[in-house]
């Protein structure tokens, strides 16, 4: 089992850049892909980026491509979301989740995740 604790969410002006981090507790953490979700008020929660166990492939979605970059560092037990041009409609909770996967795979559904962190909220201001 992994806990995961999110951190970095903060109020930011639009056009500014934010990094979130996940903490993961354990042992195996390069045995999980991992995946940022956000949810912004009175939607449903969607897949932002997610990133193979072992960093060669990731996925972004369409509407943070180019701006959002997810990475890892395994010695550290984090993945991160550098977030840069941020605009209001990025403005939502952002989760980290974690699932044990094939060494290539990012999952883009979030059924498929076993485990969640708490959330961190992002708010950009216009």
């Known amino acids: 089992q992994v806990q995961l604790v999110e951190s970095g969410g903060r109020l930011v002006q639009a056009g500014g850049s934010l990094r979130l981090s996940c903490a993961a507790s354990?042992?195996?953490?390069?045995?999980?892909?991992m995946g940022w979700f956000r949810q912004a008020p009175g939607k449903e929660r969607v897949i932002v980026a997610a990133?193979?166990?072992?960093?060669?492939?990731?996925y972004y979605s369409d509407s943070v491509k180019g701006r959002f970059t997810i990475s890892r560092d395994n010695a550290k037990n984090t993945v991160y979301l550098q977030m840069n041009s941020l605009k209001p409609e990025d403005t939502a909770v952002y989760y980290c989740?974690?699932?044990?996967?094939?060494?290539?795979?990012?999952?883009?559904?979030?059924?498929?995740?076993?485990?969640w962190g708490q959330g961190t909220q992002v708010t950009v201001s216009s």
């Open positions: 989740a974690a699932v044990g996967a094939s060494p290539f795979s990012t999952p883009t559904t979030e059924s498929t995740y076993d485990y």
């Open positions: 990133i193979s166990r072992i960093a060669s492939r990731t």
């Open positions: 354990g042992r195996t953490f390069s045995t999980y892909a």
